[in-house]
């Protein structure tokens, strides 16, 4: 079975940064482009950043395009989004989804909460 | 930018009922969609991909239909277990890949 761990979620003010990580097993990693998504608390699903397997392709939305950074590192099967420029309206829970086929998520991960507060 | 609206927001239904949601695309995304059930707390679980491919495991009651720009969900005989939020998903092209707004289905 798939397993998606995420970590690196907590507490920031405005403008500040954080790096999420997600440790993927169980499947072979770099065969899979992977995506974040996040869900402000009691609202609906937000599609944020996604990477080809080889990590030569990188995909952002209009909201987060400039200020976040997804990467990959296939040696670690580890992927990451390093978010900076922090703003209030991106707290959320922050989900890692790996990508089936042409773009839907069978498998995601348990989630890691950010929240931006001064 | 490829939107999807889903309908309607909020759901009231008993066990049993025939249940259908509807979630159009701004564009035609072809058959590019998936559907997710997500209960609190829990990440989005998939249940139809390419429009209307079942997951493996999941209820023959859940159903999708559609292509182009308008498609459904239909849950033939509502069960305990499907009062949840549920979510599509265009994949059709990276700009990016949308969610619609979700579908509270609550229990009347």
């Known amino acids: 079975e798939v397993q998606l761990l995420e970590s690196g979620g907590g507490l920031v003010q405005p403008g500040g940064s954080l790096r999420l990580s997600c440790a993927g097993s169980?499947?072979?990693?770099?065969?899979?482009?992977m995506t974040w998504v996040r869900q402000t608390p009691g609202k609906g699903l937000e599609w944020v950043s996604a990477?080809?397997?080889?990590?030569?392709?990188?995909y952002y939305s209009d909201s987060v395009k400039g200020r976040f950074s997804i990467s990959r590192d296939n040696s670690r099967n580890t992927l990451y989004l390093q978010m900076n420029r922090l703003r209030v309206e991106d707290t959320a829970l922050y989900y890692c989804?790996?990508?089936?086929?042409?773009?839907?998520?069978?498998?995601w991960g348990q989630g890691t909460l950010v929240t931006v507060s001064s | 930018d490829f939107e999807m609206t889903q309908s309607p927001s909020t759901l009231s239904a008993s066990l049993g009922d025939r249940v259908t949601i509807t979630c159009r695309a701004s564009?035609?995304?072809?058959?590019?969609l998936a559907w997710y059930q997500q209960k609190p707390g829990k990440a989005p679980k998939v249940l139809i991909y390419?429009?209307?491919t079942l997951d493996g495991g999941v209820p023959s009651r859940f159903s999708g239909s559609g292509s182009g720009t308008e498609f459904t969900l239909t849950i033939s005989s509502l069960q305990p277990d499907d009062f949840a939020t549920y979510y599509c998903?265009?994949?059709?092209?990276?700009?990016?890949?949308?969610f619609g707004q979700g579908t509270k289905v609550e229990i009347k």
């Open positions: 989804a790996k990508q089936d086929d042409s773009g839907w998520y069978r498998d």
């Open positions: 169980r499947f072979t990693f770099s065969s899979y482009a």
């Open positions: 990477i080809s397997g080889n990590g030569g392709n990188t």
């Open positions: 564009q035609s995304i072809s058959n590019w």
């Open positions: 390419k429009a209307s």
């Open positions: 998903q265009q994949y059709h092209s990276y700009s990016p890949w949308a």
